[in-house]
């Protein structure tokens, strides 16, 4: 059974840091391309980061988190970790991670197949 579960997110002051991860189980993450989207209330989904497989490499942000965001893999425990620092309010959302063929359109919710339950994240003081 393919699943994918998301942690790491919380409430966190303006400025703060938080480590979200996304655990695969049922499949071997590595062979795919890993995206993170989020949602905010009221808003559409949308593609924050995504990271190639192991074997295309590459890493892809949107220029609303670029530099301050940064997403790596561990194929050993089988996972993705989306770093994500100086966060603002404006980052607040529901972050899910989910499986897709390539980043080239990582910006687009309809191109993932697989998806978690989502983690909340809000940043407020």
């Known amino acids: 059974q393919v699943q994918l579960v998301e942690s790491g997110g919380g409430l966190v002051q303006p400025g703060g840091s938080l480590r979200l991860s996304c655990a695969a189980s049922g499949f071997t993450l590595d062979s795919y391309a890993i995206g993170w989207l989020r949602q905010a209330p009221g808003k559409e989904r949308e593609g924050v980061s995504c990271?190639?497989?192991?074997?295309?490499?590459?890493?892809y942000y949107a220029d609303s988190v670029k530099g301050r965001f940064t997403i790596s893999r561990d194929n050993a425990k089988n996972t993705v970790y989306l770093q994500m620092n100086s966060l603002k309010p404006e980052d607040t959302a529901v972050y899910y991670c989910?499986?897709?063929?390539?980043?080239?359109?990582?910006?687009?919710?309809?191109?993932?197949?697989?998806w978690g339950q989502g983690t909340q994240v809000t940043v407020s003081s």
């Open positions: 989910a499986t897709t063929s390539y980043c080239w359109e990582y910006y687009d919710p309809s191109t993932y197949h697989y």
């Open positions: 990271i190639s497989s192991s074997r295309d490499r590459g890493t």
